[in-house]
């Protein structure tokens, strides 16, 4: 089902059949490295984080992660879209994209749909971000898109350190 569309890009809600690009990104080394471990290891285990994750989010809060396409062929480059985490007052904002379109501004223009796409359909009234400490092209990629750094906090369970961007909408 198509989200919201860009200039070069297509959001779409993610579907069990990608569960092979879907395992390939969360195994990639920096999103490992930045985001964490899901524990996805086989075809199967990304089709259950498709499921438990992204479909069931779209079931329950009206949105979540989706599938970034390029709008000329359909090829899947990443991940764009909202999360609602417990452990947040406000619906949160998340992006990761494979390595080869890193750089080409694909994730600002996905994060600007997704913004754009919160506050003109689902009228939400602010949209927060975490990012590690050290990914500084996460952090640089949410200040341009306007959002300022509120606070340091640890993530439940892991107790990693990031950093929380709020911006209101």
Not at 36 to 43: A, F
Not at 46 to 67: H, K, M, W
Not at 68 to 74: C, H, I, M
Not at 88 to 100: D, N
Request: charge should be negative.
């Amino acid at each position: 089902m198509l989200v919201v569309q860009s200039s070069r890009l297509r959001l779409r809600h993610i579907e069990i059949g990608d569960g092979e690009f879907i395992l390939s990104l969360l195994n990639d080394p920096e999103f490992l490295k930045f985001v964490g471990d899901k524990k996805v290891s086989d075809l199967e285990s990304a089709q259950d984080y498709v499921r438990q994750g992204p479909v069931a989010s779209y079931e329950n809060f009206g949105f979540g992660l989706y599938l970034v396409e390029l709008l000329d062929n359909g090829e899947p480059i990443g991940i764009c879209g909202l999360l609602k985490r417990d452990f947040l007052e406000y619906v949160e904002l998340g992006f990761a994209l494979m390595p080869l379109y890193r750089g080409y501004g694909y994730a600002f223009e996905a994060a600007q749909a997704t913004m754009g796409y919160a506050r003109n359909t689902l009228d939400l009234p602010q949209i927060v971000a975490i990012s590690a400490s050290k990914n500084f092209r996460s952090i640089k990629l949410l200040e341009r898109l306007g959002m300022q750094f509120d606070k340091r906090m640890s993530l439940p369970v892991t107790e990693k350190e990031v950093k929380l961007f709020k911006l209101g909408l």
